[in-house]
């Protein structure tokens, strides 16, 4: 088959911008996909990958390569993406500084023994997967919080001083809002839940005084707009996706595909560190506005309501004007179709 490949291009010595090369690549269903990489050095000498610890993103997923191209494929299809786990760190195309991951490791390694340094090095997938890191990249990383859940799961005799070393952090666990960016899934945010029930709330670092409340209208027809779905990480809500793309379609708007739909916007983390929820929330918004929205359909009422409520604010981290129309799901069925 042939895949269509958009390969990360980067020389810390040499280039003052990444950039992306195009590439028709013809593969076999059963190659690992990390047997694509030479394929593509091949074509452009400059294209650079680890040969130890080598991990990349292929469409925002963290992977090892060891995955096969129809494993690929089946999710993806034929146009892929390649990236760095990390564009911040990258030095020469997909390998990276991965100083930080030890540096975060320091934060513990008082209080670890050897064995759970091993546990802690089989997370490098993990840390570099975080999502928080599109928003801080000095943040921590979410395999140092795993690993302090762990230890005091183990009645580790620091839990105060682990807790502490993790939560009172600047870029530590309460900027976190786990989200799983792996290939191979895995989901840890019963441990990033209770690891937060245990630490200290922290005081609250952000609370503007002033900002633009939102202005309510009543939308009663979709005839003629841009309409956007924010679906969320919801089980249910990716579930619904098409079929309410087609329920926007069918009242008379233009559907608006944007990426950000399918992940969280803050709602976790807003009472505990608003700041890097707004500016979450903010870059979302602004996500389905750039793409070409003027209405964004939430899925719940719920969260339809907080961003309402919370707009003001966004403008105010992205130091954007965000003029975007927010109803809900409910909403939107509740509406007529499109004029005969």
Known sequence: MT??????????????????????????????????????????????YPKERLYFRINGLVL???????????????????????????????????????????????????????????LYPLHYASETYHYNNQYIGDAILILAHKLILENNPHKAEILEAVSSHHEGLWECEYENNLFRAENHEVSIAKLREMAKS?????????????????????????????AGMDEMSQGIMESTLAQIESKGAQAIRFDKANKLAGQTIVQTNPKMAYLKMGTMLLDALDSGADLLVVSSEEDATLFKQSIGYCEKVTQRDIPLEIISRGKLMGMSGKAA
């Open 3 to 48: 895949l269509h490949i958009k390969a990360y291009f980067f020389n810390a010595q040499l280039d003052y911008l990444p950039y992306y090369k195009l590439f028709a690549i013809q593969a076999d269903e059963g190659m690992a996909v990390k047997e694509l990489l030479p394929l593509i050095k091949e074509k452009a000498f400059q294209f650079a």
């Open 64 to 122: 090892d390569g060891s995955q096969s191209v129809k494993e690929i494929t089946n999710r993806f299809g034929t146009s892929l993406q390649i990236d760095p786990v990390s564009a911040y760190r990258s030095t020469k195309g997909l390998i990276i500084n991965d100083e930080d991951f030890m540096e975060s490791f320091s934060l513990l390694a008082p209080y670890a023994t050897e064995e759970d340094k091993a546990y802690y090095e089989r």
């Open 202 to 230: 922290p005081k609250i670092r952000y609370k503007p005084l002033f900002s633009r409340k939102y202005k309510a209208s009543e939308v009663t027809t979709l005839e003629g707009r841009h309409v956007a779905f924010y």
